[in-house]
């Protein structure tokens, strides 16, 4: 059945960018399916189309496949996530293209105490895992929070309270909280987690996003591995099945569907397709020329979507010097340049490595620093003021700014704003021939790779119910 918005799509336009296409003395190559984006959803997508027989092509505009999943061997032969990382039981789909690709799960380091920085100037208060480091009263407060929120977690699939979209994260948080302490440690555990500030996005938007991962426990037990062999021979293993049908470095500069279905002209080429995916952040709907074929409202929410900040720095320590010390690596410091940090050192114990996270404010604050040898140093500054003058320098480290890259504009997941809901309760649903995938789509596990893993199984079941 047509879709409600194929009107929009219609008309003579089509045949006309065809021409101009021909005009440029182009070759038109047609397939059944094009697929705008080699990240984990846009890969796994093609993979499951050309299992079924469709025939199909994956634009991607960088030099790589993976997208926001990229791990690069260093060269003292160390491999670090530069981008998404970490896994639990929980998420089933990723879990089985682990064992598919035969990658080893390395648990992370729970071992010592984790340090909490209420403020950046607060001296540091220390927990066992599975501890909250508050006070007695703040821990009960927090426990009454999470309760809280889980009810309403249970009624985000029935009426929904017009507020919950219309007032902010923080403000629901503070009117839940009866102490100043709790409402501090969980709105900086939470912005590290959706990489916005919780005054930019809705009640509504956290309330959504704790449903798609099981609740604030499931949240927290998201980390529970890493890969030794980095993420990316994830991406490296679905690209090898596409073979040819990945192209490279061909970024989807206009993007025109219409009754048959839909043109993408890159730099170079035109793609012809009965059907087409779109599995990039929206952020980049724009560039490609695909807002004015959405429907009005979906373009407002869309041009209002916060892109995640993020900055990921990782040190690589000629030994673990913090297990020294009785601590497990983990940190989390609101408001400092760097607000969390973790342990993913290397099973063999014959190295440290310590991921440094910059999101939301912390991201845009080191995001200044446009050098990445002088936001390491930035970085460890920051590390040697609350750890002590003794912080080795690192033997490797890397720091990459997802918001300063063209082609992702922000990590890890991009957000609704204000009112984002209410105004497209149905965005990312099917648009004539158009389909879209991505974290930011998925409707479990948003905004992990089990959830763009989530978002291709969702997309390509709706091409082939279409074809």
Not at 164 to 177: F, I, N, P
Not at 404 to 430: E, I, K, V
């Amino acid at each position: 059945m047509p879709s409600a918005y194929t009107c929009q799509l219609t008309g003579t336009t089509g045949s006309r960018f065809i021409e101009r296409a021909e005009a440029l003395g182009t070759n038109m190559s047609t397939v059944d399916v094009i697929v705008i984006g080699a990240g984990l959803a846009g890969l796994s997508a093609a993979r499951r189309l050309k299992e079924r027989g469709a025939s199909v092509t994956v634009l991607e505009a960088g030099p790589r496949v993976g997208g926001r999943v990229y791990s690069e061997r260093l060269r003292t032969g160390h491999v670090v996530d530069h981008g998404a990382q970490f896994l639990s039981d929980g998420h089933k789909r990723l879990s089985a293209l682990v064992d598919e690709v035969g990658l080893t799960r390395v648990a992370r380091a729970t071992t010592g105490r984790h340090a909490y920085f209420s403020s950046p100037a607060a001296k540091p208060t220390l927990a066992e895992d599975g501890e909250l480091p508050l006070s007695f009263w703040a821990k009960l407060d927090a426990l009454q929070l999470d309760w809280r929120i889980g009810r309403h977690q249970k009624r985000a699939g029935q009426a929904k309270r017009a507020s919950w979209d219309t007032h902010s994260a923080a403000q629901y948080l503070r009117e839940l909280a009866f102490t100043d302490e709790a409402y501090r440690f969980l709105a900086g555990l939470l912005e590290g987690e959706l990489c916005a500030p919780i005054d930019t996005v809705s009640a509504r938007e956290l309330i959504e996003q704790a449903v798609s991962v099981g609740g604030l426990q499931g949240e927290a037990d998201s980390a529970q591995w890493f890969l030794a062999e980095g993420t990316g021979p994830l991406a490296d293993h679905l690209a090898s099945v596409l073979g040819a049908s990945v192209m490279l470095n061909a970024p989807a500069t206009r993007v025109h569907p219409d009754a048959d279905g839909v043109t993408v002209e890159t730099a170079h080429t035109s793609y012809r397709a009965r059907h087409l995916i779109v599995t990039v952040p929206p952020q980049l709907y724009r560039a490609m020329g695909i807002l004015p074929h959405l429907p009005e409202k979906w373009q407002r929410v869309i041009a209002g979507y916060q892109p995640g900040s993020v900055i990921k720095t990782v040190l690589v320590f000629e030994r673990a010097w913090w297990r020294e010390m009785g601590l497990s690596g983990s940190l989390l410091s609101p408001g400092a340049i760097c607000n969390a940090v973790a342990d993913t050192s290397p099973p063999d114990g014959r190295t440290g490595t310590l991921v440094l996270f910059s999101t939301s404010a912390s991201g845009r604050r080191l995001g200044q620093t446009t050098r990445e040898a002088e936001r390491i140093e930035k970085v460890l500054e920051w590390l040697r003021s609350v750890a002590g003058p003794h912080v080795p320098s690192p033997i490797a480290a890397r720091s990459i700014d997802w918001n300063a890259n063209p082609w992702y504009l922000g990590g890890y997941a991009s957000r609704r704003g204000l009112g984002g809901w209410t105004d497209a309760p149905d965005l990312f649903a099917r648009v004539g021939n158009v389909h879209f995938a991505g974290t930011e789509t998925a409707t479990a596990w948003r905004s992990f790779m089990e959830g763009a893993l989530q978002s291709a199984e969702r997309a390509v079941d709706a091409v082939l119910a279409a074809r």
